[in-house]
């Protein structure tokens, strides 16, 4: 058996001098003694993996919503595929892979059902009570609302993955981290999880795109990561099928994955940092694409902003979604005695909205729709 004390001696014999060592952790909130062989990140991403906000991603979506198709991604399958790409960046730099993996585990664990439509919506709800972010509600869940333990609330996880929650940011998620020191950056595994986001959905909407028609392969001609990846596989752009769809995926994350790595890896050397604490006090995030890979991949971007996410077949799934939980939201708002009695307990300590909205929050895309149904169908019982 290996001790967490030998596993984090091979840390610092494996990480780069930027990498951030478990031992090194600011520690928990609660005391809490740490087990004989994990050492405290990979805690960290066991606690993760068991709680049931994480489970519920299964059924969150992340562009289409979960009957729709067996095949498209869920929240929960954008999550391990977060993970998986911020691992095999962090192996080539010489970063936390077990810091890297939680964070990216927990990324999303707030997001609320219909994915950043139900988000909006949400804000839009609470705008008088503190409005709605994805990223404080993955925080709130992982220090109060999941409640598992007996002797704190929460999980009661290190400080570093709960940073790396707060500093989670990409063009779709802006951090507010006045608590944990917002003068400093995201620690190098931070940003090579928010890197890992962003190529993780920019790739996988590409795929899901396609699969779904809503995407042709005409319609990306003009994209010069298509050509590039044309070329690559030697595909002549007629009659796309699965296989040849799963090659050019495939090829485009090697593509994006390979360009980070070069491009951050360059700017750890000019940076001169050596430890940790170096690379949050830059002024810049040395994770990212080289210049002309950031072109390509800005303009990959765009396109599926214009030809998938504004997609009328996403728009109405979206308009959908606003009307279900806005209604359901104004229904308990109104009549809060028809919310669940757990948490009718709870209102008096949280407020009444903020309770709803945590319920709503935590629903799954099916258990939205059947509450929906639920409240206003008469012939659906109660």
């Known amino acids: 058996m290996l001790t967490r004390q030998q596993l984090e001696a091979h840390e610092d014999q494996v990480l780069a001098p930027c990498g951030m060592r478990s031992r090194d952790s600011q520690g928990r909130a609660y005391p809490d003694k740490e087990p004989k062989y994990r050492t405290s990140f990979q805690r960290d991403r066991d606690r993760v993996i068991h709680t049931s906000a994480f489970r519920r991603l299964e059924y969150k979506t992340q562009v289409f919503i979960n009957f729709e198709g067996d095949y498209f991604r869920t929240r929960l399958t954008h999550t391990l595929e977060v993970a998986q790409i911020g691992r095999t960046i962090a192996r080539a730099l010489g970063a936390n892979e077990d810091l890297i993996e ?3 585990l927990a990324h999303d664990l707030g997001h609320a059902a219909f994915g950043h439509s139900g988000e ?11 409005g709605f972010d994805h990223n404080r509600q993955s925080l709130r869940i992982v220090t109060e609302l999941e409640q598992r333990y007996p002797n704190f609330p929460g999980l009661n996880l290190t400080w570093e993955v709960r940073e790396g929650i707060v500093k989670h940011e990409t063009e779709y998620d802006i951090s507010d981290a006045k608590a944990f020191n917002p003068e400093l950056r995201g620690n190098l595994e931070a940003q090579i999880a928010n890197a890992a986001d962003e190529l993780a959905y920019t790739s996988h909407d590409l795929d899901d795109g396609l699969r779904s028609d809503m995407i042709t392969p005409a319609n990306c001609a003009d994209l010069e990561l298509w050509q590039l990846l044309l070329k690559s ?3 002549d752009g007629h009659n796309l099928d699965d296989l040849t769809r799963h090659r050019l995926i495939r090829r485009l994350i090697g593509l994006l994955v390979s360009d980070v790595i070069e491009a951050t890896d360059a700017r750890i050397q000019a940076s001169k940092a050596q430890s940790a604490l170096d690379i949050q006090k830059l002024d810049h995030n040395v994770i990212g694409y080289s210049d002309q890979m950031q072109r390509r991949n800005r303009q990959l971007k765009d396109f599926l902003f214009k030809n998938l996410y504004n997609h009328p077949r996403v728009v109405r799934m979206h308009t959908k979604a606003e009307k279900i939980l806005t209604d359901i939201f104004m229904a308990y708002a109104n009549t809060p005695a028809m919310l669940p009695y757990d948490f009718q307990e ?8 903020r309770t709803v909205c945590d319920y709503l929050a935590g629903m799954t895309d099916r ?4 509450e929906y149904e639920k409240l206003f169908d008469p012939h659906s019982l109660p």
């Open 346 to 353: 709870l209102v008096a300590e949280r407020g009444l909205q």
């Open 102 to 104: 939680v964070v990216c």
């Open 233 to 235: 596989v030697g595909w």
């Open 367 to 370: 258990y939205a729709i059947q």
């Open 120 to 130: 909006a919506t949400l804000n839009t709800l609470m705008r008088e009570h503190g």
